[in-house]
């Protein structure tokens, strides 16, 4: 399978643009950067649209080249070629490792090997992951479905998943684990080794970790982490490994928008190769990206012992390097934005939105009550203040101050309660800023209260008491008492505010008690009743009494109360 043209396109029109400036980089210069920048690197939607859809397939294949290359001008040049017995038994074998561990990643059989060119660069690899294409596929698989997962979940939801640990995957020949942290975060973890019996034996560690929450800069980031180790099964102190780390930032307008142009994003590919020939060691240290704003970077950090890529390759491999870190560009890309229908930030778990009220009680007011109130986001991560703007929408009556359009935060508004009895109204409050979303709802009504705080045996100190909001609504009284010696337990179910069915264990020592029937409400200005008709059983050691009883139970009524 080929690239399909969409992702073709988008890798040829930006290694059009990098290749002269990539070819006069070499290594000692003062000043890694170049003097070329673009205005965006960043993935339209469309593209973003056509890569999803696609699969990781044009991608992957993509991929390949790099990793291959890299690989096999590591083996090269630290014997391992010569070991194997030249360049078509070393290809043969890098190729079946690679299947291996494609295997193990599908887990299913690899595909039918295909000719090698003569002359090896990498190009018409059909098949097999090394370290990129493995890191890139696992990123894949789970990081933009579960991203998009994670940003739809209840807090409850996430809380369980991130109590309950990483989600281990896998079985005995490659292990995966994903762990989901409480603010949305994830972070993966692969491990494959591959043992071939061609004269090649390896392993990959791959760890991918996207944040949920931007910074204090509005900067979220997503890192890549790939090591690929190869070594000769019958030569001993001969190998090799290829390190790539990918970091991606991405940063948010005061919009909590992710931000387009040069200014929304920075990359950085770091590759460190480096062997062993019979144990002497060797190695070369290159990275190639763009820093904020737009401009490119190349690098080479130094060689030790040997240079793995000859003059007349260096522009071949960075070409390579700078389409492999596109194609990662967008995985990293559709990890943010995720598959569901909002990203992550979005989520209301990155900003606290504190909504108050001046006066405090909003239930049961008197009509037209005139409020101050205040709606203040916080960043839940250290509390600061998230800045942005405060967007307030009025449902019901009476009347809102500013009644529309973005408030900077934090947010002041004037707010008339409805003017009548009985009615209710609802401001919802969105708070947007490069620190994420926050939601706040504030309700409001002139409704009769029916709110008492219950006391279950006055004077009897300790048998806790309890805060009823609406009498309509079921409600259940617990409590330890009178030196500890009293337990009791009170369920109530109304069938409306002034009479229900009650439910009644109580005990002291080892006598128990258990009661059911009716209760009848006497409400007051101040101090109301509940009137109880119950039947029920006393036990104790060897003894049983039934009957009949009726405690009629205090209530004083409170202006304030919140369920």
């Known amino acids: 399978m080929t690239p399909s043209k969409h992702v073709r396109g988008f890798v040829l029109l930006a290694l059009a643009g990098l290749a002269l400036s990539l070819a006069s980089c070499t290594q000692g210069t003062d000043d890694p950067t170049t003097d070329t920048s673009v205005d965006s690197r960043i993935p339209t939607q469309a593209q973003l649209d056509a890569f999803v859809a696609e699969g990781p397939e044009p991608s992957l294949q993509a991929l390949r080249p790099l990793d291959y290359w890299l690989h096999y001008r590591l083996l090269q040049a630290t014997g391992v070629e010569e070991a194997l017995g030249g360049e078509a038994r070393t290809v043969a074998a890098l190729k079946a490792l690679a299947e291996d561990y494609e295997r193990q990643a599908r887990g299913t059989q690899a595909q039918v090997p295909k000719m090698i060119p003569a002359a090896f660069t990498g190009e018409g690899m059909s098949s097999g992951f090394l370290g990129l294409g493995m890191g890139t596929f696992g990123g894949f698989m789970t990081g933009g479905l579960l991203s998009g997962m994670v940003a739809d979940a209840s807090d409850d939801k996430l809380a369980e998943l991130a109590k309950e640990g990483p989600i281990k995957l896998g079985g005995k020949e490659g292990a995966a684990q994903v762990t989901i942290g409480s603010d949305g975060s994830i972070s993966q973890e692969y491990t494959y080794e591959g043992k071939i019996a061609d004269g090649l034996t390896g392993k990959i560690k791959m760890k991918m970790k996207m944040d949920a929450c931007p910074d204090a800069q509005g900067k979220v980031t997503v890192v890549s982490d790939v090591d690929s180790s190869v070594r000769v099964t019958g030569k001993e102190g001969t190998g090799g490994y290829v390190h790539s780390k990918f970091v991606y930032e991405r940063w948010l307008d005061d919009d909590a928008q992710l931000m387009q142009g040069p200014d929304g994003s920075s990359s950085k590919m770091d590759l460190r190769m480096g062997g062993y020939e019979n144990y002497a060691s060797q190695h070369v240290d290159i990275s190639a990206g763009w820093s904020r704003g737009g401009r490119e970077t190349f690098e080479n950090r130094g060689e030790q012992g040997f240079s793995i890529f000859r003059p007349d390759e260096v522009q071949r491999t960075q070409q390579l390097m700078q389409g492999a870190q596109l194609i990662q560009t967008l995985f990293a890309e559709m990890m943010l934005r995720g598959s569901g229908k909002q990203t992550p930030w979005e989520s209301g778990r990155c900003v606290e939105l504190k909504a108050t009220s001046t006066p405090a009680k909003r239930k049961g007011a008197k009509p037209s009550t005139h409020y101050q109130v205040d709606a203040m986001p916080r960043a839940k991560s250290d509390g600061a203040p998230a800045g942005g703007t405060v967007t307030a929408t009025l449902s019901g009556g009476s009347s809102l101050e ?47 209260m029916h709110a008492y705080r219950i006391t279950v045996f006055p004077g009897c100190s300790g048998v806790s008491g309890k805060d009823v909001c609406d009498l309509a609504k079921p409600f259940s009284i617990q409590g330890v008492g009178c030196g500890g010696g009293v337990t009791s337990g009170m369920t109530f179910t109304p069938s409306g505010n002034a009479a229900g069915k009650m439910h009644w264990k109580t005990g002291v020592g080892v006598i128990s008690a258990d009661f059911s029937g009716t209760y009848t409400v006497e409400e007051g200005e101040e101090v109301g009743y509940l009137h109880t008709t119950l039947t029920g059983c006393a036990m104790g050691p060897g003894a049983k009494a039934c009957g009949g009883t009726g405690p009629s139970i205090t209530m004083t009524r409170i202006e304030t109360c919140e369920d």
Not at 403 to 419: L, M, Q
Not at 422 to 446: H, M, N, P, Q
């Open 402 to 448: 500013p009644a529309s359009g973005k408030v900077p935060a934090d947010a002041k508004y004037a707010y008339t309660g409805p003017a009548n009895k009985d009615e209710a109204a609802t401001i919802k409050f969105e708070a947007r800023s490069k620190r994420g979303v926050g939601r706040a709802t504030l309700e409001f009504d002139t409704k009769e």
